[in-house]
Each structure stands twice: as structure tokens, then as C-alpha cells.
């Protein structure tokens, strides 16, 4: 492993830290607040970021990133006894997506992934695309904070 896949590796982990605990103030019953109709719940945010560890584990299998939109209702509407398991599965991720990143091999770095992003289709280094699933993390965190801004959390 080379020092650049333990600094994302480290990284990860410390873009991971701070949404669970986000998604973890969220009080009860406000699972699925959206502060506009169409925008994107608590619930709906969280199972769009598990969606999108799921695409990224898999990746080098499918050298592809579908289409992976966050979108209202994604969740459905949920009750604190679905959305706490969730949370769980969410904050177990972080493990999973360190060990995933520093177990890639230089090659495995260059394979080529396909994404379909801003209605094309890209091609780019896996690398590229992992530092475009931290960024997309990163740029959800914003959202959460909004949220439990609202909340005055």
C-alpha cells in the first residue's frame, strides 16, 4: 500500500466520522422533515449515501457508476425503529470503506470506470472516481447541517 492510498484511506475516515453523527442528532419523528416538497429528507439522504457505498464496493466488479441520483421519497417515509438500523448500517460503512481503499492495488487504481455524471458518459482512473465519492459525501454533510440548522440542533 502506498502512502497516497493511506492518506485517502485516512481521509475517508475522517469525511465518515462527521455524518453519522449528524445523522444521529436527528430527533425523533423528524426522519423525514424536508424543508422543501422536493427536496430530500433525513431518511431519504441516508439511504442515498448507503446506495452510494454499495456502488462504490462494487465497482471493481462492475467498472461502472450507474446513475445514482438523490431524490424524495428515496426512503419512503420511516419511523425511528427503520431509520436507526439504517443509521447503523451507515456508520459500519466506515470500516468497510477504509479497508476497501487501502486494499487496492496500483493497478487496480488505473482501471478505467465508466460513469454516466451531468448526462454523459465519462470514463476516468478508479482514483478519480474515488475522490469523486469522497467529494460527494462531503457535499451531502452540507445538507445535514442545514437540516439540524432548522432543527436548531
Given at each position: 500500500?502506498?502512502?497516497k492510498?493511506?492518506?485517502l484511506?485516512?481521509?475517508?475516515g475522517k469525511?465518515?466520522?462527521?455524518?453519522p453523527k449528524r445523522f444521529?442528532?436527528v430527533p425523533?419523528?423528524?426522519?423525514?422533515?424536508?424543508?422543501?416538497?422536493?427536496?430530500?429528507?433525513?431518511?431519504?439522504?441516508l439511504?442515498?449515501?448507503?446506495?452510494?457505498d454499495k456502488?462504490?464496493f462494487?465497482?471493481?466488479?462492475?467498472?461502472?457508476i450507474p446513475?445514482n441520483?438523490?431524490?424524495p421519497?428515496?426512503?419512503?417515509?420511516?419511523?425511528?425503529a427503520e431509520?436507526?438500523?439504517?443509521?447503523?448500517?451507515?456508520?459500519q460503512r466506515?470500516g468497510m470503506g477504509h479497508?476497501f481503499?487501502v486494499?487496492?492495488?496500483?493497478e487496480?487504481?488505473?482501471t478505467n470506470?465508466?460513469?454516466?455524471?451531468?448526462?454523459?458518459?465519462t470514463?476516468?482512473?478508479l482514483?478519480?472516481?474515488?475522490?469523486?465519492f469522497?467529494?460527494?459525501?462531503?457535499?451531502?454533510?452540507?445538507k445535514?447541517?442545514?437540516?439540524?440548522?432548522h432543527l436548531?440542533?
Open positions: 500500500m502506498t502512502a492510498l493511506e492518506h484511506a485516512l481521509f475517508s469525511i465518515r466520522d462527521s455524518s444521529e442528532q425523533d419523528g423528524q426522519e423525514n422533515i424536508r424543508l422543501l416538497p422536493d427536496a430530500m429528507s433525513m431518511a431519504d439522504l439511504v442515498h449515501l448507503i446506495q452510494s456502488v462504490l462494487s465497482i471493481l466488479k462492475t467498472k461502472h446513475e441520483r438523490g431524490q421519497q428515496l426512503a419512503k417515509t420511516i419511523e425511528r431509520y436507526d438500523p439504517l443509521h447503523h448500517e451507515f456508520r466506515k479497508q481503499i486494499g487496492l492495488s496500483e487496480q487504481l488505473q470506470i465508466t460513469s454516466k455524471r451531468m448526462g454523459g458518459l470514463t476516468m482512473p482514483l478519480e472516481a474515488l475522490y469523486g469522497l467529494d460527494h459525501e462531503i457535499h451531502h454533510r452540507s445535514l447541517a442545514l437540516y439540524l440548522n436548531s440542533i
